[in-house]
Nanobody
């Protein structure tokens, strides 16, 4: 059974950093692309970043490019999202997703974690 568990969210001041983790079980990362999405109150879920299973190619939404870094540790079956220079508009629930292609479309993914809250506020 595929399971994804996010952690690492919290409250941080603008300009601060957080590292989110997505621990996966039920499959090995070697064969799956993984994506991070976020959802702010009253807004649609949006793609933030994704990483390929084949060559570790990474992709970022324009709004986070240069500030966020996605990477994977296959030995730990975990994908990370390092978030630097955080802004209030980065606030939302962050989800990792699997069972899909390299995509920023939420409907493309079949497996989701429960989400972790990130709040950027002074």
């Amino acid at each position: 059974q595929v399971q994804l568990v996010e952690s690492g969210g919290g409250l941080v001041q603008p300009g601060g950093s957080l590292r989110l983790s997505c621990a996966v079980s039920g499959f090995t990362l070697d064969y799956h692309a993984i994506a991070w999405f976020r959802q702010a109150p009253g807004k649609e879920r949006e793609g933030v970043s994704c990483i390929s299973n084949s060559d570790d190619s990474t992709y970022y939404a324009d709004s986070v490019k240069g500030r966020f870094t996605i990477y994977r540790d296959n030995a730990k079956n975990t994908v990370y999202l390092q978030m630097n220079s955080l802004k209030p508009e980065d606030t939302g629930v962050y989800y990792c997703a699997a069972d899909g292609p390299l995509s920023f479309q939420a409907s493309d993914f079949g497996s989701w974690g429960q989400g972790t809250q990130v709040t950027v506020s002074s």
